[in-house]
């Protein structure tokens, strides 16, 4: 069965990234995610290339029950700011609405704030991003939570040509309105260039909520990136 082996695949990488993987129906989720983004370079740095400020909008789409029913949908829109090769900030609002669970639907304004460390050894690129999210509910309370990502990427290249680039990232959540822990996600990705402006990412992921319909979510996805000219 298809799901048998999505689920395979999912615990291997639970064990592998020290989360204990359950396999109890009703807590459990295979999902389909994609997200598209468009990234418009607003001003560029001295060497022509480096973007200094740029404009990024996107769309947002996860597949819930099996990846029979559109459960997530989101607008975003952000603005980032590089001050030099290695360090950037960047604002954003997201528009949410979710179904988790086939009865109930909720709406949502996220507002997040971003801080990005990069750097380079060798091949290999490492990015740590911390995002402050403030959530504001139109049905319940608002929250605040704090996101740490680490992601690590390096490209595979056959003669000198680059095929693809193959990254792991590692992210916690954490309730800065509870005070707890209420997340971890694992996202394993293989980005392709199509063209300069386009590039294509099929990911396959984990996730284990802490507090949630849903506690343990096998991912597969797509995510597409459009860079639009100056």
Do not use: C
Not at 22 to 46: G, V
Not at 77 to 104: C, M
Not at 137 to 164: A, M, V, Y
Request: glycine share 8%.
């Amino acid at each position: 069965m298809l799901n048998r082996a999505l689920y395979a695949i999912i615990l291997i990488l639970g064990v592998a990234s020290g989360v204990p993987a359950q396999s109890s129906a009703p807590e459990n989720d295979f999902q389909f995610w994609n997200d598209t983004q468009f990234t418009k370079p607003l001003t560029l740095a001295s060497d022509g290339k480096t973007e200094r400020f740029s404009l990024n909008f996107g769309t947002t789409l996860r597949m819930f029950d099996d990846a029979t029913r559109p459960g997530d949908r989101r607008l975003s829109i952000g603005l980032d700011r590089r001050f030099s090769k290695r360090l950037s900030f960047g604002i954003g609002y997201t528009l949410r609405n979710s179904d988790e669970t086939a009865s109930g639907s909720e709406t949502d304004h996220r507002f997040r704030l971003d801080g990005n460390l990069e750097f380079k050894t060798g091949q290999v690129g490492i990015r740590l991003r911390s995002r402050l999210e403030h959530i504001v509910k139109l049905d319940s309370s608002d929250s605040t939570r704090f996101r740490q990502r680490l992601l690590i990427s390096r490209p595979i290249r056959h003669r000198g040509t680059e095929l693809f680039s193959l990254s792991g990232s590692a992210e916690t959540f954490y309730s800065l309105s509870d005070n707890r822990r209420t997340r971890d996600e694992f996202i394993m990705g293989f980005a392709s260039r199509i063209s300069p402006n386009f590039s294509v990412e099929p990911i396959v992921g984990l996730r284990r909520n802490r507090s949630a319909s849903f506690r343990n979510v096998g991912i597969v996805g797509m995510n597409l990136r459009f860079r639009l000219p100056k």
